[in-house]
């Protein structure tokens, strides 16, 4: 490992969970891209990496640090992945006859309860950005402005949009990611 790679990992062996967060957005899209190449299952590619994220910061402590990390997290991911298709084709002939059955009204209680818990999570994290980031994001994502129209709206160049709705949805992915690790572990 280089000497940032190095800093990086043990700064995450030590319980930075900033270091977690910069791992995961230096590799998230190789990790997609090799997920994909795996199972063009978009969804469990991306719940995958989640939760190979958690598991990484679960096992931290018994963790040795890698010669390559981002070879280290592509490999480990990938194996992950794997395992994971392998048991979810075992658990999907094994339930299909329950996904037949008509969800209960307690499940859909606790989704409804799950689904405005993490609406309210988003709806904080938007509050907490900027006033300018949360224009912007108010424009494109609630209003669904074109980069143009917002430009147009705000007169903001081209550039400074992109720049500014990038750092508000990094700053968004990070709290949110944040409030799911919280969430997996019971805290």
């Known amino acids: ?85 392998k048991v979810h084709r075992k658990t999907t002939s094994l339930t299909l006859d329950e996904n037949l059955c008509e969800p209960s009204r307690q499940e859909y209680i606790i989704e409804d309860q799950s689904q405005l818990e993490r609406q309210l999570r988003v709806k904080k994290a938007i509050d907490n950005l900027p006033k300018r980031q949360r224009e912007l994001i108010t424009l494109k994502y609630y209003e669904g402005l074109s980069y143009e129209e917002i430009a147009d709206r705000t007169a903001l160049s081209m550039r400074t949009i992109y720049n500014k709705l990038h750092e508000a949805l990094k700053t968004l992915k990070g709290e949110i990611l944040w409030f799911f690790i919280l969430c997996c572990r019971g805290l």
């Open 1 to 85: 490992m280089n000497s940032n790679e190095s800093i990086l990992w043990e700064d995450f062996k030590n319980g930075d969970a900033g270091a977690l967060f910069t791992i995961y957005e230096l590799l998230y899209d190789d990790l997609r891209r090799n997920g994909l190449a795996i199972t063009p299952d978009e969804d469990l590619v991306k719940d995958t990496i989640n939760q190979f994220f958690l598991y990484l910061w679960d096992k931290r402590d018994s963790l040795q640090p890698p010669e390559h990390l981002k070879a280290y997290i592509i490999v480990s991911f990938r194996r992950k992945l794997i395992y994971d298709l």
